[in-house]
T-cell receptor, first 118, second 117 residues
């Protein structure tokens, strides 16, 4: 149980285009999902917290207009990288918190999406 | 602000030898503590977690970790490593659920584990 999927696993796009990444909780409901970014050989940095039915909460330094987050259902959150540039190339990982076990703040991670912007 | 320190960037261990990965944290209260493992190009797999109670926690793949409040540490151990344990290991700290946002995890920089034959 507690499986989180991400789609796509890899994406290559041209500079200036937008890319959408999906994060799904497959066997549980997730009121809250999180988006992290991981640079090569670096740790994961929390970008934003996505709450179903409300606006996302962004971490300091993360551009809200560049990284659009939508959490339209209890099993799906999307991250759209708008007008992508090479510096946006990274490994994006989402996590989801099981609404039924939220008190433990246990997060289940997706397999990640490798974004390469040419 | 919370922070996690993993002082060892790389660790090399012979197969069959014991392992200890260090993790120290800074947090205003007792946090929730996690160890994750990441294989190249993959997502994170939870090895174990500590919320409360017994300070020695058992995880998957033969790993265990001990929470020491006085030392603000949560070190990961395994008595005998296997070649398949080679990976990146992350310690993370998070707050108890607050009912709202700001519950994301703070990760250490990771320790790269190399297994020698």
């Amino acid at each position: 149980g507690a499986v989180v999927s991400q789609h796509p696993s890899r994406v290559i796009c041209k500079s200036g285009t937008s890319v959408k990444i999906e994060c799904r909780s497959l066997d549980f409901q997730a009121t809250t999902m999180f988006w992290y970014r991981q640079f090569p050989k670096k740790s994961l940095m929390l970008m934003a917290t996505s709450n179903e039915g409300s606006k996302a909460t962004y971490e300091q330094g993360v551009e809200k207009d560049k990284f659009l987050i939508n959490h339209a259902s209890l099993t799906l959150s999307t991250l759209t990288v708008t007008s992508a540039h090479p510096e946006d190339s990274s490994f994006y990982i989402c996590s989801a918190r099981d609404s039924g076990r939220a008190s433990y703040n246990e997060q289940f991670f997706g397999p990640g999406t490798r974004l390469t912007v040419l | 602000a919370q922070s996690v320190t993993q002082p060892d960037i790389h660790i090399t261990v012979s197969e069959g030898a014991s392992l200890e990965l260090r993790c120290n944290y800074s947090y205003g209260a007792t946090p929730y503590l996690f160890w994750y493992v990441q294989s190249p190009g993959q997502g994170l797999q939870l090895l174990l977690k500590y919320f409360s109670g017994d300070t020695l926690v058992q995880g998957i793949k033969g790993f265990e970790a001990e929470f020491k409040r006085s030392q603000s540490s949560f070190n990961l151990r395994k008595p005998s490593v296997h070649w398949s344990d080679a990976a990146e290991y992350f310690c993370a700290v998070g707050p108890p659920y607050s009912g709202g946002g700001a519950d994301g995890l703070t990760f250490g920089k990771g320790t790269h584990l190399i297994i020698q034959p």
